[in-house]
């Protein structure tokens, strides 16, 4: 088993439903390829940025709701 829980492994359904009954601004996260890139944005919708890969935008995911020192 991983180190960490994700919500890739998720089926959508469950990630969705995840965000719906939690409440909180920082819900969910998302690091979606794009070309050569990783478009990653909140749903609190005051985070939104671009990585150079998936490690590295699950890193400033981490970094941005807080579950992450650095």
Known sequence: MADHESALDDAPSEFLAGIANSGGRCDGQ??????????????????????????????LARLHTGSATH
């Open 30 to 59: 998302a690091v979606v390829p794009d070309g050569d890139h990783y478009l990653c944005w909140c749903s609190c919708g005051e985070w939104r940025i671009q990585a150079p890969d998936q490690a590295e935008g699950l890193r």
